[in-house]
């Protein structure tokens, strides 16, 4: 469940306001990658990536699944759009 709209609003701009984040969706929005994949796409450590990626899950931007080692990293663009065209509408 998304917390209140104010509260969820103000979590999408805390966690689009990196531009490595920003990067991460933009990519994401073609194809699910993993950490590894993000982190060498931003040009930063897999362990930055993963913070990176938990700062997007947390503000309900992306789902992470584990496969196996890996983590896939898939943005949720179907919840997003929802949650914000509903906010838009009042």
Known sequence: MMPPAPL???SVGQALSSETRI???EALAETSM????LAALAGV???TASYHC???E???LVSIQAD????LVSLRARELHFQLG???KG
Request: aromatic residues 4%; proline residues 0%; charged residues 20%.
């Open 8 to 10: 969820y609003m103000a």
């Open 23 to 25: 990067r991460m969706v």
């Open 34 to 37: 993993t950490v590894s994949e």
């Open 45 to 47: 450590h897999q362990t």
């Open 54 to 56: 938990h700062q997007l």
């Open 58 to 60: 947390e503000a309900g």
């Open 68 to 71: 196996g080692t890996r983590r």
């Open 86 to 88: 509903a906010n838009a």
